[in-house]
C-alpha cells in the first residue's frame, strides 16, 4: 500500500448524507481507480481516471460522482448516501512496466 | 468480453500440506493475469502476475501460479501452507488494453492447524 493514502479509515452515514472519500499518490503515477468490495462479490470497479482531468464509468458508478483535478488526488462522492452503499472502498493506481494495479488501504463506509 | 470465476468460495487445508487455489478466465486475447492476497481487514497484497513470459510465475512467501492457455486457467499453489497464509485470495484478468482488470469473487483460505 506504499504511496496509496485513502482518508477517512472509518465513516458512518445517515441516509441521505453525502461525504468525499480521498484518494492520494505520491508516485506520479496517471491511471486511478475507485472500486467498492461487498462479501462474496470480490471488487467492482466504480470509476476510474486514465489521467488528470479525465474520468470514465465502470461496472457500478450509480450513486457516485468522481472528481480528478490534478493528478495526485482522485475523490469519490456520495451526494444522497444509500443503506444499499455500505462497503468497503479502495482506490488503486496503475503502475507500468506491465501494468499493475497496488491498492491503498481502503475505507470502511456504512450507511444506517 | 473477460471474466474470471475462482471456482472455490472456500479451501480448508491443514498446516504443512499443499495449497491449491483454482482460477479460470475467459478471454479473447492474451490477458495479464494477477493473484492478490487480502489478510481480513487489510488491503489487497499483489502476490503474482504473469504478462506473456515465462508460464510458471513465482511469487512472494512461496505461492507461484501456472498460465495454461489451453485450460484457460491460472490456479494458484504452494507447497507447504502455513498459519500465516489464512486470507482471502482474488484472481484478476486485465483487459485487452491493459488499464481495466476484472476480479473473482474470491477464495477463503482456512489453514487448520
Known amino acids: 500500500n506504499a504511496g496509496v493514502t485513502q482518508t477517512p479509515k472509518f465513516q458512518v452515514l445517515k441516509t441521505g448524507q453525502s461525504m468525499t472519500l480521498q484518494c492520494a499518490q505520491d508516485?506520479?503515477?496517471?491511471?486511478m481507480y475507485w472500486y467498492r468490495q461487498d462479501p462474496g462479490m470480490g471488487l467492482r470497479l466504480i470509476y476510474y481516471?486514465?489521467?488528470?482531468?479525465?474520468?470514465d464509468k465502470g461496472e457500478v458508478p450509480n450513486g457516485y460522482n468522481v472528481s480528478r483535478l490534478n493528478k495526485r488526488e482522485f475523490s469519490l462522492r456520495l451526494e444522497s448516501a444509500a443503506p444499499s452503499q455500505t462497503s468497503v472502498y479502495f482506490c488503486?493506481?496503475?503502475?507500468?512496466?506491465?501494468?499493475?494495479?497496488?491498492f491503498g488501504p481502503g475505507t470502511r463506509l456504512t450507511v444506517l | 468480453a473477460q471474466s474470471v470465476t475462482q471456482l472455490d468460495s472456500h479451501v480448508s487445508v491443514s498446516e504443512g500440506t499443499p495449497v491449491l487455489l483454482r482460477c479460470n478466465y475467459s478471454?479473447?486475447?492474451?490477458?495479464?493475469l494477477f493473484w492478490y492476497v487480502q489478510h481480513p481487514n487489510k488491503g489487497l497484497q499483489l502476490l503474482l502476475k504473469?504478462?506473456?513470459?515465462?508460464?510458471l510465475v513465482k511469487g512472494i512467501n512461496g505461492f507461484e501460479a501456472e498460465f495454461k492457455k489451453s485450460e484457460t486457467s491460472f490456479h494458484l499453489t504452494k507447497p507447504s501452507a502455513h498459519m500465516s497464509d489464512a486470507a482471502e485470495y482474488f484472481c484478476?484478468?486485465?483487459?485487452?488494453?491493459?488499464?481495466?482488470?476484472?476480479f473473482g469473487t474470491g477464495t477463503s483460505l482456512t489453514v487448520i492447524p
Open positions: 484478476v484478468v486485465s483487459s485487452n488494453t491493459g488499464n481495466q482488470f476484472y
Open positions: 504473469y504478462t506473456s513470459a515465462a508460464t
Open positions: 508516485m506520479n503515477h496517471n491511471s
Open positions: 488503486a493506481i496503475l503502475q507500468g512496466g506491465p501494468d499493475t494495479q497496488y
Open positions: 481516471s486514465a489521467s488528470e482531468g479525465t474520468t
Open positions: 478471454s479473447s486475447y492474451s490477458p495479464s
